[in-house]
Nanobody, 121 residues
Framework: QLQVVESGGGTVQPGGSLRLSCAAS????????IGWFRQAPGKEREGISC????????IYADSVKGRFTASRDNAKNTVYLQMNSLKPEDTGIYYC??????????????WGQGTQVTVSS
């Protein structure tokens, strides 16, 4: 199992920013696709971004495109999700997952603890 640890969540006002981190200590993240996912209260978990190794590109769900940016820091073996112009509907628990690349609703899977993001005035 490829274990990762998410961090960086918090509470921000609408329009604010947060940067989430996804770190691994037992394997090298840059060898894998890394997906970012979130689960809002009462809703299905959904994929919002994926850093792909094939082609080296990053894809985003329409709901976050232009506001969120995923990136890698290979020296730190960490993946980031920079979230700007946050909206209340971005509230949820955010997860990263190696080898899982999907946009939209996703069922099942093996998830870590995630990090809570709350956008509220």
């Amino acid at each position: 199992q490829l274990q990762v640890v998410e961090s960086g969540g918090g509470t921000v006002q609408p329009g604010g920013s947060l940067r989430l981190s996804c770190a691994a200590s037992t394997f090298t993240l840059d060898k894998y696709d890394i997906g970012w996912f979130r689960q809002a209260p009462g809703k299905e978990r959904e994929g919002i971004s994926c850093l792909r190794t094939s082609g080296g590109d990053t894809i985003y769900a329409d709901s976050v495109k232009g506001r969120f940016t995923a990136s890698r820091d290979n020296a730190k073996n960490t993946v980031y999700l920079q979230m700007n112009s946050l909206k209340p509907e971005d509230t949820g628990i955010y997860y990263c997952a190696p080898r899982l690349c999907a946009l939209g609703p996703i069922k099942g899977g093996d998830w870590g603890q995630g990090t809570q993001v709350t956008v509220s005035s």
